[in-house]
Every structure is written in structure tokens, then in C-alpha cells.
């Protein structure tokens, strides 16, 4: 890609934030006095889908699985990657940093793991769905510090990401305006970087927080928008940040491109030239691809990699003249960083005193295992947890409630014995937080009875792959599974407290924001009126536990499957 002469019209050493953010604040100056070659390296040091990933797992290499991550090694390795160019790098994450890997670091509302990436010296982030789990107003506070208006600071004095989330394409649509920066412009080595941050436009239908009012643009439409905003202002080495991805056809390792897919493919062939590298995220599917020329990565996540991205700029002609990918496992070889072995574990004594905080007690086993007709007891629980949080007339007026299995579902079982803790029915924090782990709220909704028959249609109308709900006591259905998928329901067998629903009639139906947002294909939940959110998921799971302990297991029978 030729590019003209960039007029560096920047002061350097300045992050720029556009004018939607309102703001240019000072960052560290990456330039160099001794870097005067014709050429100059800038090597970008990548994470995505890291969720609170502050221990260890595996990853794949071509020798087999390995031991990687961990935030200490994975320390250890970005700082062994920095020391080839140490002043010539920037690290940078594509999303999902927080939420719902590490009961430990969740919690403590991920505190610890804005934490761990300031120490990590992060220098920016896209937002990715999960940053928005808890809400704006929670993002903010990631963002800009302060306690937790409930359960207040679990880091001493958490003052925030000391590096800037990004949000190209998730607008108010009050006022067109983005909700956290689009972009921001850092001085490396005398090289203006663009680095441009968003997510995927359906990031709201999958935040099972409250995000309303808030709308998910176009991606391609948004990077070419901001491009063009970035070269009017001199910059033309531009990088892309975006919580969106897509995998190897037939897999394949992290340093593979076998014939690329998904929705990143068709995103970047419509970008505009001028980008020089993009970080994608969301799949959790590690690659090292080009799409028309540009380099496109992704790790498995979790910091099991690091995704490694070195571009080559021609000082004299302001072209990116050559560019180097490779995705590093983050391997057990290197001494891990004992600062942050020791951050973790401080972080695992502040957790444990609230992971291990009773809740409730059970009867017997509670398990997310579905019988043939898709029915479990652990869905049935949760739905009547949600039922009874929603039911009462100042709590939205509830009649049926609805857990989904997979979109904001179910996390796992609670297994009388063992369950981790001394007394073997006791359910604790930590336990009903591993079921219920991605801080839904629950919507209650106006359907009519037709809605809600076309409701239960969508468990297999769009699907590739039956998503049966669980449902809450009294309300009942039978499907032929014989029959093609969106006639599969009669009408005269949806019945509420043994009453046939009236498809004229209206009901107040509970869903978790993921699913009432249209996520996981339930779309005609976002057609419900007169909306109330008053509790979240866990918080009514937990209140069920502790009202009717020891709880007991719920018969099936409230789905019946023909053929």
C-alpha cells in the first residue's frame, strides 16, 4: 500500500482522543533520538478474549498441547518480546478482557484485572460484548475508577484502566456520538500510529447488562469513517482493534490460515486500504492471516498467546513497506514474573472470603443435563428463581419466566456431595456464581399468547440447533419434533396453570437481557412492551436459594417431546 508523506502535524508524545471524545491527555512518548534510519519498526503486541485469564491453561502448538498463560508468565513474555524493540512497541487488546473465566477475579467485579493489565502496561483496548456485562455505567468505572455502588473496592483504591477502552461503533443514538473513544493516535518512534478500536455491531444483543440506549454500527463503514478521519490529520499507519473474528475452515494452529471464515473475512476485505493490520477477537479461534494485504491475527485467548504484529514504515515515504504476523504461545519456558505471581494470589485471599460465603442449601443434585424432551433441573430452578425475583407487581408482574441453555445460561451443576466446602448441600457464593456467571439482568415483558407461541417456535425456527428454555413452574408445552422446524408447537398445548393461553391475550414474560435482546435468534422478545429491569440473574438465584433452603429438585414434565 503506497501512501503519501504524512504531515506530522501531531505534538509528539501525545495520545490524540478525536473530538467526540473531548479530550487529548498525555501518554508515554514512544520516540527514540537514536532511531534516525530510513525505516523504523513498530511492533504491536496483541491480546483478545484475555477474560480475567490470570491463571495458567494450555496451548497449542505443533508439537501438541503445552502449559501457557498465566498472567505471570504471560508478563514475563510480553516483556521478552518488548526487549526486541523497546522503544518501538505498543500492547494492545481487541476485547473481553473481563468477565466470566475466573470466578475469583468476577467477585471482585474484575478489579483485579484492570489491575493486572496496568501492571501488564497496556497501552489500549477495544471494548469487546463482555466489557458491556454489567452496563455503561460499570464499564466507566473499569474505566475511570471508584468503588462499586454495592459491594464497594476490592483493589485499595481502584482508580481504573490507565489505558483507554475504545468504541468506534457503539453510539448514542441520541446524538450519533461514540460512548468511549474511536481512537487515539500514539508517537512511536517518530511513526504516528492510528489505532482505531470497536466491536461487533451486535455486542449489545449479546451484553447481558442494561445498555439501553445505546446502538452497534457497521464495522467496515465505521473503520473507513475513522480512517478517513485519522488521514486528514496526517496519520497514516492505521491499526484496527476489533472484537469480531472468525476461525480456520477444518481448525487448524495458531499460526495456520486454512481458508479463513466467518463474519472478520468479509468486515476487513471492505476496510479501506489505508489499514495496515488488524486485531480481531470475539471466536476465540487463533490464526495468522492476510486479507488483501492486511494482516489479520487472532489468538485463543485467555493469554495463552500473544499475538505479535511488526510493521515496517519507510520514514522518507510514509509507507508501511513491509510487515511481519506470528501468534507466540506463551509457554512455561521463561521465568514467570514473580510481581505479579504475587498480585494473583493477593487477589485469590481478597476473593476467597466471598466465594466461600453461604447462600443456601440444596436437596439433591441440581445438573444442566437435558433429557430427550430438552428438559433439565438446573433450568428449571433457575427459571423459577427468576419467576419469584419478578413476579410481584412492583418487580415487573411476572407470569412466566424463561432460562435459556447456552446465550446468558447456565454455568454448570451444583452436586450435593462434593461441593468444595464442608457442609456437602451448602451452596456458596462462588458455587451459584459458576451457574449464573455473566451478570444478567432480567427483563420483564408484555407478550401477547400468539408472541409467545412464536416464542417457543424460535427454540428451533432459525436454529442450528435445538436451544429448548427452561420454563417456570406452570407453564407448560408439547412439541412434535417430528415436525419441520417453526411448526413444531400446537397453540392448544401452551398452557399456564393449566389454562390455554389466549393468543389475543397478553402475559408478563422474564428473560435475561441476552436473550431479550434478541440474542441467541429469540427475536421476537425484542417485539415485548412496557420493559422492566429490577433485578439481575444472580441475585435472584441467590435469593430463591436462601428463601426456599434447602431447595428442592423440580420435577420434569413441563415440556413434553413427541416423536
Known sequence: MRKPIAALALLAGTVLLPSQAGAVSLATDHTSSAAQSRTVDVQLLGLNDFHSGLSSSFGMTPNGPVPAGGIDYLAAQFDRLQRTNPTGTLRVAAGDNISSTSVNATVQHDEPTIDALNKLRLDVSSVGNHEFDEGLTELRRMQNGGCHPIDGCSVPGFRGAAFPFLAANIVDPRTGAPVMPPYIVKNVNGVQVGIIGLTHKNSLKEAPGPTAPLEGLDEAATVNKYTAELKAKGVHTIVVLIHQGGGQTGGGLPNQCNTLNGAIKDIVANFDPEVDAVFSAHTHNA?????NGIPVIQTSGYGREIARITLTVDRKTDQVVAHQAENVTVTHDITPDGRFTQLKRASDLRSQPLVDRPVGM??????????????????YVLADARLDATSAPDKGGAQIAIQPPYGGGIGGDLIVSPTGNDLPNVVTHGEALRVQPFSNMLVTMTLTGEQVHRLLEQ??????????????????????????????????SIKLNGVPIDPAANYRVT?????????????????????????????????YLQKNTPVKVPALGRITRLN
Request: glycine content about 10%; charged content about 25%; some cysteine.
Open 459 to 492: 427454540q428451533w425456527c432459525g436454529q442450528t440447533t435445538a436451544r429448548v428454555l427452561g420454563v417456570s413452574r406452570g407453564f407448560t408445552f408439547t412439541y412434535d419434533n417430528a415436525r419441520p422446524a417453526c411448526d413444531k408447537i400446537d397453540p392448544a
Open 362 to 379: 440444596i436437596a439433591g443434585d441440581l445438573t444442566a443435563t437435558r433429557n430427550a424432551a430438552g428438559e433439565s433441573t438446573m433450568a
Open 287 to 291: 490464526y495468522n492471516c492476510e486479507i
Open 511 to 543: 428473560a435475561n437481557s441476552f436473550i431479550a435482546t434478541g440474542g441467541d435468534g429469540f427475536s421476537v422478545l425484542t417485539e415485548g412492551t412496557d420493559r422492566v429491569e429490577k433485578a439481575r440473574d444472580l441475585e435472584a438465584f441467590e435469593s
